[in-house]
């Protein structure tokens, strides 16, 4: 694609939409060693849908997710794809995933699905799998290999025998600093499978994963966290460009471990606040990792939208769109070896934590 023709698209599409949202402008056009495509996907999370009692559901997170997807909709050209990171439901219950279910199926092209703690404590993903399909699964896209994890699971001494009740399972898994939750964790039986799926690979080719926990260790005390993310990222290594995005964290992070690229997402329902303005908390954040400017308690909405993706150079580069109609883009930056955020990277630009609650 042209490189004026393609920037042009973008911004006649968003002087139509300026109401509605601003569109990333950052549009770079790298030939794709492989394939020589670049393309894009979007990418929605953490809608936590909520039912209240009969057809009544939360409305801020409903309308997180509805307008979403509309200006999903609107990006021209069109992503190729839509993936949603999972945190559908919040509760599991099936008159939330049907709701959301409901809501996503207005995406124009074609959608994938990850899950989420919030879609699978309940009946441990039964219903999200009838809905959306297998819980891990790959793909190849004009020469990128896509790998979805479920990456929510733990213990079977926690899943299957520490609860009463379903219910209150799903519950004790729901709260962000509830001591009686466990750690999340990939598994033996998935990593096998990660291992298998990656024979016949060849080093080169660009990976991109998808998991809801973040597959490295951030903060235990909030399960932004994943047991056994060693072994995955062991797994990973070999390859030179691997590139994992995930949800569940509700605020823009970024990592660099060795050649894997870590990318969070935001969510559309509401932020989560940073680990390390968290008074009570010892900041587990990685090294390189730099957190957003930290969310506005008083605004409900602050930091939370959705991404549009754009795949080049077998990285990716996250276009964060917010809920302000701000932009913002956290993209690999070949020099640095590393993801970068081109606009909030120094210290005079960020907010001060918030220490008070
Ligand atoms: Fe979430
Ligand atoms: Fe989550």
Redesign the pocket.
Known sequence: MNKSYSRRRLLQTAGSMAAVSVLPLTWVELAFAKSEQNFTFAYIS?SHIQHIKGSQFVNNWDRGLIRSVAETNLISPQPDFVMFG??LAQLGTRAELDHGAEMLSRLHGKQRYVM???DYYLDLGEYWSKLFGPQYYSFNHKGVHFIVLNS?LTTDEWTYKRWPTAEQRMLEMAGLDNPNGSPFMVGEKQRAWLADDLTGISKDTPIVVFS??PLQKIYKGW?FWTDDAEQVQALLQPFSKVNVIY????QIQYNQIGNISFNSVMATAWPWPYPQGYAQAQSMLPKLTIPMNRADPFFERDATGWQLVDVNTGRVDLNYNLYSNRSRTVAFDPKLGHPADKQFQGEAVLAPNQVHY
Do not use: A, I, R, T
């Open positions: 953490d999972g945190d989420g703690e919030h929510v809801h926990s399960n949800g569940h964290v509700h």
